[in-house]
């Protein structure tokens, strides 16, 4: 398999998590890719010219990260990152689902930030942060629902939380979040973290 990343790219970071959890990380060429340089190249595997990409051994290849942590995660029974009962399925994804969602809004605040002034929507800003503040509150209340054992919930929260800290620390996601807070810390010391950490 070979995967196209960036270690500054939460969603490629996420991939990374997983196989190193999985314990995948050896079966893996990994090739950095800026999708915004190597766009050609990229885009000859994933029209949508973004990265993470997974392209198989057999050819096939497979985004976005959701589709591929999914895939992973049947490649062998070390952890049930997506688990296969509904409940505790529809509850993992559903997390997955909030926590890229606040990688959504804050790579969207990144990449606004970066255009000329005179281009930049401060009301789409505005719009994306309170979107993170609000998920925000809500970790904070559902913090005890995350499955005891790891899964693709407490891989995607650690991610965001992660890309907070990396792009967007004026933000400080951690005043109001002490249960966030006593969790990320603890989850943050895991091997796969401390390896997938980006660049300071
Ligand atoms: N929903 C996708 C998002 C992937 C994504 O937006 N990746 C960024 C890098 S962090 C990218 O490739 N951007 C290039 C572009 O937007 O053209 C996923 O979960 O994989």
């Given at each position: 398999m070979k995967l196209f990343y960036t270690n500054t790219s939460p969603y490629s970071r996420k991939v990374r998590i997983t196989l190193l959890e999985k314990r995948l990380d050896g079966e893996v060429e990994y090739i950095l890719c800026n999708p915004f340089?190597?766009?050609?190249?990229?885009?000859?595997?994933?029209?949508?010219?973004?990265?993470p990409t997974l392209v198989l051994d057999d050819g096939r290849v497979v985004y976005d990260s959701p589709v591929i942590c999914e895939y992973l995660d049947t490649l062998n029974s070390?952890?049930?990152?997506v688990p296969s009962n509904t409940d505790a399925r529809l509850l993992v994804n559903?997390?997955?689902?909030?926590?890229?969602?606040i990688v959504d809004?804050?790579?969207?605040?990144?990449?606004?930030?970066?255009?000329?002034?005179?281009?930049?929507?401060?009301?789409?800003?505005?719009?994306?942060?309170?979107?993170?503040?609000?998920?925000?509150?809500?970790i904070e209340r559902q913090i005890g629902t995350l499955p005891d054992?790891?899964?693709?919930?407490?891989?995607?929260?650690?991610?965001?939380?992660?890309?907070?800290?990396?792009?967007?620390?004026?933000?400080?996601?951690?005043?109001g979040q002490s249960n966030t807070v006593a969790?990320?810390?603890e989850f943050a010391k895991r091997a796969s973290m401390v390896e997938t950490q980006p660049p300071v």
């Open positions: 340089e190597d766009a050609v190249e990229l885009k000859g595997f994933n029209p949508l010219g973004k990265i070390n952890s049930e990152l559903t997390w997955q689902a909030l926590a890229d969602g809004a804050s790579y969207n605040t990144v990449m606004e930030g970066r255009r000329d002034e005179s281009e930049r929507s401060q009301k789409s800003i505005e719009r994306w942060q309170g979107s993170i503040v609000d998920s925000l509150k809500q054992e790891i899964t693709m919930a407490q891989i995607s929260l650690a991610g965001a939380l992660g890309y907070l800290d990396f792009r967007l620390s004026y933000l400080e996601w951690r005043k969790w990320y810390e």
